[in-house]
């Protein structure tokens, strides 16, 4: 019903930057908070950041003044700019969204996760 399909993972170097993208699609009457989880191996999945629909985010302290959250209300899209990355940040990052479907269901939506690596 509601698909969340992420993009831009992929291996960077200690001190690179990236960014992931998160665009839901389907029976979507409103999207409310929006955000970005991650698991690494062995470990629970962890809050990274997240954003309302009204623009106000909150963040994970670990990536506090490097990481940046940011939606495209228009295109229905979520980013995450991930700069000076560390090998702590390696795990899979997963999308979630708080949907209202044109069906007047309201529930959380995860996508597939996208794996970011931190190596030299």
């Known amino acids: 019903q509601v698909q969340l399909v992420e993009s831009g993972g992929g291996l960077v170097q200690p001190g690179g930057s990236l960014r992931l993208s998160c665009a839901p ?18 470990k629970q999945r962890e809050l990274v950041a997240t954003i309302t629909s009204g ?10 003044g490097r990481f ?7 295109k229905i899209t979520v980013y995450l700019q991930m700069n000076s ?14 949907v209202m ?9 995860w996508g597939q996760g996208t794996q970011v690596t931190v190596s030299s």
């Open 25 to 42: 699609s389907g029976s979507i009457f409103n999207i409310y908070t929006m955000g970005w989880y991650r698991q690494a191996p062995g």
């Open 55 to 64: 623009g106000r985010t909150n963040y994970a302290d670990s990536v506090k």
């Open 68 to 74: 940046t959250i940011s939606r495209d209300n228009a």
């Open 85 to 98: 990355l560390k090998p702590e940040d390696t795990a899979v990052y997963y999308c979630n969204a708080d």
């Open 101 to 109: 479907t044109t069906s007047s269901s309201r529930s959380d939506y």
